[in-house]
T-cell receptor, first 115, second 110 residues
Framework: DTGVSQDPRHKITKRGQNVTFRCDPI?????LYWYRQTLGQGPEFLTY????????KSRLLSDRFSAERPKGSFSTLEIQRTEQGDSAMYLC?????????????FGSGTRLTVV | AQKVTQAQTEISVVEKEDVTLDCVYE???????LFWYKQPPSGELVFLIR????DEQNEISGRYSWNFQKSTSSFNFTITASQVVDSAVYFC???????WGAGTKLIIKP
């Protein structure tokens, strides 16, 4: 297993456009997390899945953001009507259910620039 | 909000010096978890350590050591005999979905 994969690595989009990112977790990990990180800050939790169920979503998350994990494997994060404030690194992480025996494995992230 | 505070924004030391990164957390939970992650210039977050709140033993792993003090809500990280390759941003995090500190940028000069 090569770890957590995220695609694309970089995305530049015009304000108002929709964007979708993909995350492929480690295959035996049933938990998947999305985070957002802006420059000079720690990651900010967005949402997480256990298998295909979205169990928690940050209250800070706008309705323009939606995430899916339809078959409990890969996940997509969509941002509708992007705004300049959405520019950030979007990180995906996965873990086995007993995550807290270890840590989360993070992908390399998708850097979004909204112009 | 139950914050994690890393008061040191940036630390710069000369190689082979010891350096301690501070982390102070807030929580109302009786059981919780604390983590340290490293983010090198390549950007990928790398897990370093997890600590349970009920286990206050300090831990040493090679040149790395962690000092967990529940009484002061601190979970500090020390690198002994620092090396240039230790240069990175280090994050302390708490909890289930992970509440993160803002990170400490560590610069190790040759």
């Amino acid at each position: 297993d090569t770890g957590v994969s995220q695609d694309p690595r970089h995305k530049i989009t015009k304000r108002g456009q929709n964007v979708t990112f993909r995350c492929d977790p480690i295959s035996e990990h049933n938990r998947l997390y999305w985070y957002r990180q802006t420059l000079g800050q720690g990651p900010e939790f967005l949402t997480y899945f256990q298998n295909e169920a979205q169990l928690e979503k940050s209250r800070l998350l706008s309705d323009r953001f939606s995430a899916e994990r339809p078959k409990g494997s890969f996940s997509t994060l969509e941002i509708q009507r992007t705004e300049q404030g959405d520019s950030a690194m979007y990180l995906c992480a996965s873990s086995p259910e007993a995550a807290l025996n270890y840590g989360y494995t993070f992908g390399s992230g998708t850097r979004l620039t909204v112009v | 909000a139950q914050k994690v505070t890393q008061a040191q924004t940036e630390i710069s030391v000369v190689e082979k010096e010891d350096v301690t990164l501070d982390c102070v957390y807030e929580t109302r939970d009786t059981t919780y978890y604390l983590f340290w992650y490293k983010q090198p210039p390549s950007g990928e977050l790398v897990f370093l350590i997890r600590r349970n709140s009920f286990d206050e033993q300090n831990e040493i792993s090679g040149r790395y050591s962690w000092n967990f003090q529940k009484s002061t809500s601190s979970f500090n990280f020390t690198i002994t005999a620092s090396q240039v390759v230790d240069s990175a941003v280090y994050f302390c995090a708490r909890g289930y979905q992970l509440i993160w500190g803002a990170g400490t940028k560590l610069i190790i000069k040759p």
